[in-house]
């Protein structure tokens, strides 16, 4: 059973414009979230983290919304760069759970089209 | 501070041998966590090492196994190896259990013939 969805194989974004990212989550203990970013032949890099105590957590174009009654987070990149070409993935993390990792969505594969 | 490192980073075996991967965390990182990457199952925890001590293990069999050095360092072993062991496996390092925030080496690419 999957508890760390992201519904969107693929997302095509045009240069300049906002890319939005989703993910949602089944397991109600989970109470941080992650979102990472992955190239081809290179390990998935931390972007940017949210707490389940906040709502909302910013840095510099990636902000990262959390909503805790839907169970739902998403990623906006604003204003999206072709760098920004990517699998990103979302992960989320039980700090009393007895430590069983992080919890991973499938991806995204985010294409910014010039 | 140099990232986490993984050594090799590409690796060939044949069905029925075993494999040894090894992963440098970043220095003062003293957790490092294992995880398996496949295209239909995506990004899975293997298992997590702190103190030389394992903590956690995912739903891997006991072909699956580690350990962790003194000096933080992990390596992971993979017996009678499948077919399906083929992945990418990654190593990530945190400062501690229950730090969230982990650090992911570049992996290694291991094809099983």
């Known amino acids: 059973d999957q508890q760390v969805k992201q519904n969107s194989p693929s997302l095509s974004v045009q240069e300049g414009r906002i890319s939005i990212l989703n993910c949602d989550y089944t397991n109600s203990m989970f109470d941080y979230f992650l979102w990472y970013k992955k190239y081809p032949a290179e390990g998935p890099t931390f972007l940017i983290s949210?707490?389940?105590?906040?709502d909302k957590n910013e840095d510099g174009r990636f902000t990262v919304f959390l909503n805790k009654s839907a169970k739902h987070l998403s990623l906006h990149i604003v204003p999206s760069q072709p760098g920004d070409s990517a699998v990103y993935f979302c992960?989320?993390?039980?700090?009393?759970?007895?430590?069983?990792?992080?919890?991973f969505g499938k991806g995204t594969h985010l294409i910014i089209q010039p | 501070k140099a990232g986490v490192t993984q050594t090799p980073r590409y690796l060939i075996k044949t069905r029925g041998q075993q494999v040894t991967l090894s992963c440098s965390p970043i220095?003062?990182?003293?957790?490092v966590s294992w995880y398996q990457q496949t295209p239909g199952q995506g990004l899975q925890f293997l298992f997590e090492?702190?103190?030389?001590?394992?903590?956690n293990k995912g739903n891997f069999p006991g072909r699956f196994s580690g350990r962790q050095f003194s000096n933080s360092r992990s390596e992971m072993n993979v017996s009678t190896l499948e077919l399906g062991d083929s992945a990418l496996y990654l190593c990530?390092?945190?400062?501690?259990?229950?730090?969230?925030?982990?650090?992911f080496g570049p992996g290694t690419r291991l094809t099983v013939t």
């Open positions: 992960a989320a993390f039980n700090s009393g759970g007895g430590a069983d990792g992080l919890t």
């Open positions: 990530a390092s945190s400062l501690a259990p229950g730090v969230y925030e982990q650090y």
């Open positions: 220095s003062g990182h003293r957790s």
């Open positions: 090492y702190f103190s030389e001590t394992q903590r």
């Open positions: 949210i707490s389940s105590i906040k």
